[in-house]
């Protein structure tokens, strides 16, 4: 009799992608447009897509079903998952949100709460750096300076030369808000600032934030999941939030917000209230009512999809990381410019200094080049206005914060190249621009 062959029970490896499936799978994208503007909106392969379309049709097609039995199991799974990649301790800390600017609503509500039962003090501090996200400042102004709270803002220099001029300002900051025998309550720190792109020290703050007294540290980390390495418990953050469809190729929109267990944890509540109010904040915010929770549940075919890449999702950052610096430096070499921070400072963006001449005396300029760009050469890329400084000669008013990922080419950054090209042999001014 024949013997039995030993059942191999181990995962097939996944398939390598090839470089016409990358193509396929984001040929959706509009092919008129050089799209070096990952940051500010991602991307989402077509493999998810169809993954999130299939869940929407499994809610549509009998919604009970899926409520009671599918949408709190699929969660979790997007919670463990999370967990394992940010190494956090337990899946609890986990909780899934619509984006970065939900979950600083939700810390920033805890805070809140701090001052109205007299907890805080009227004119103890929170601090942030001024290159915080616009939407996340506007949230601590409603939040903590209606409630009686203090803002301090840490002014950053830009162009940045190493980590030490962020730690030095960030110290002097501190130590402002602590004068009068004020407390700072609330620290609010970039993993990675969007405006101008700057990847912070995150660790060596959170360690100055403890010698301080500071009591909470909340990482605003948007664009850090799929762009850099978490290790939330290495970074020592109280709270930490990262979109998932920046950099992690999930569908809009979705986040996850950690929060670091301790006593405070059951406190913390979202900000819309619903049935499963008081059921921790991981299950509060699992159900906020009926909508869309579709770009929440793919993670697990995200897992497989960025699997089939070299290296994973590390190849993925390594590799963008990679050829984002040299599309930068390849671009200021055409130009005569400067980069806006160090290769070692730039995740999957950088920012490319532009040619003095072209004019940029303002945001609004900024804007209209943007806009300009866009319409006039098929390229999509944000401006950054720099003011200059008192002194300067020739100084270098405008930055393009670049982006790359898996679906761009040279290609892309060769057609912003030559746009800013012909217009500055063209003796294009943002003055002549009038909207």
């Not at 939700?106 to 701090?114: A, F, K, N």
């Not at 980590?163 to 609330?186: D, H, T, Y």
């Not at 980069?339 to 999957?348: E, F, V």
């Amino acid at each position: 009799m024949a013997s039995l062959q030993p059942f191999n029970c181990a995962t097939p490896k996944p398939k390598p992608i090839t470089p016409s499936e990358i193509i396929a799978e984001f040929s959706h994208h509009d092919p008129s447009i050089a799209r070096i503007n990952n940051g500010s909106f991602g991307c989402c392969p077509s493999t998810i897509i169809a993954a999130q379309q299939n869940h929407q049709l499994h809610f549509l097609e009998q919604p009970d079903n899926f409520y009671f039995n599918i949408l709190k199991p699929s969660i979790l799974k997007t919670r463990q998952i999370i967990k394992t990649l940010i190494n956090a301790d337990h899946v609890d800390e986990i909780s899934i949100v619509d984006n970065a600017t939900t979950a600083a609503a939700i810390v920033l509500q805890h805070t809140t709460w701090s001052f109205f039962s007299t907890l805080f003090q009227p004119g103890d501090s929170a601090i942030m750096l001024h290159y915080a996200y616009g939407a996340v400042k506007k949230s601590v102004q409603a939040y903590i300076t209606r409630a009686g709270g203090h803002v301090i803002e840490v002014h950053l220099p830009f162009p940045l030369k190493s980590n030490s001029e962020i730690i030095e300002e960030f110290r002097k900051a501190l130590q402002m808000g602590k004068a009068n025998g004020r407390k700072i309550r609330l620290a609010v720190i970039d993993h990675i600032t969007s405006m101008p792109s700057v990847i912070i020290p995150v660790k060596e703050l959170v360690q100055m934030c403890r010698d301080e007294g500071v009591g909470r540290i909340f990482i605003d980390a948007a664009h850090a999941i799929g762009n850099v390495k978490i290790d939330v418990k290495d970074i020592g953050a109280d709270f930490y939030t990262s979109n998932l469809h920046k950099w992690f190729f999930c569908p809009p929109s979705a986040a996850f917000l950690y929060c670091k267990m301790s006593d405070e944890l059951s406190d913390l509540h979202h900000p819309v209230v619903s049935h499963e109010y008081g059921n921790g904040l991981a299950m509060e915010s699992a159900w906020i009512g009926t909508r869309d929770y579709s770009p929440q549940l793919v993670m697990p075919e995200v897992m497989e999809f960025v699997s089939r890449f070299e290296g994973g999702i590390e190849g993925i950052m390594r590799r963008n990381h990679e050829k984002v610096v040299e599309m930068a430096e390849m671009l200021v070499k055409a130009w005569g410019t400067e980069l806006g921070t160090p290769p070692n400072m730039c995740s999957s963006m950088a920012m490319v200094g532009l040619p003095p001449c072209l004019g940029i005396k303002s945001d609004a300029d900024a804007l209209k080049l943007r806009t300009h760009l866009r319409v006039c050469f098929g390229v999509e890329v944000p401006i950054y206005y720099r003011a200059p400084v008192e002194g300067e000669i020739d100084p270098i008013t405008g930055y393009a914060r670049i982006s790359h990922q898996v679906y761009n080419t040279v290609e892309d950054y060769y057609r912003f190249r030559d746009a800013v090209n012909k217009l500055v042999k063209d003796g294009f001014c943002c003055s002549f621009l009038t909207s």
